[in-house]
Nanobody, 120 residues
Framework: QVQLVESGGRLMQAGGSLRLSCAAS????????MGWFRQAPGKEREFVAA????????YYADSVKGRFTISRDNAKNTVYLQMNKMKPEDTAVYYC?????????????WGQGTQVTVSS
């Protein structure tokens, strides 16, 4: 089992930057690819970004490519999502997840989510 706890979500102005954190505990964190997903009101949850277990390979949704960066610190059992040039359409509950692949498929462990709201 892996337990995941997200933090860092808040109300933002468009164009600003925010970093989300996800602290993992339980089974060995650095064995897993880690991902970030988001769910906007009235929409299905969508893939945002993922990192290989080493952090050397990352993959992003087209909607965030060039603006968001996923990184991880395996010594701290933490994965991050740096969000820059934020837009109102980035408003969503953001979830971190573990156990899937670099392309956002097959994730089995999920956090509770953290709310990010971007005002125009």
């Amino acid at each position: 089992q892996v337990q995941l706890v997200e933090s860092g979500g808040r109300l933002m102005q468009a164009g600003g930057s925010l970093r989300l954190s996800c602290a993992a505990s339980g089974r060995t964190f650095n064995n897993y690819p880690m991902g970030w997903f988001r769910q906007a009101p009235g929409k299905e949850r969508e893939f945002v970004a993922a990192s290989s277990w080493s952090g050397s390979i990352t993959y992003y949704a087209d909607s965030v490519k060039g603006r968001f960066t996923i990184s991880r610190d395996n010594a701290k059992n933490t994965v991050y999502l740096q969000m820059n040039k934020m837009k109102p359409e980035d408003t969503a509950v953001y979830y971190c997840a573990a156990g899937g692949n670099i392309y956002g498929k097959g994730y089995t462990y999920w956090g509770q989510g953290t709310q990010v709201t971007v005002s125009s």
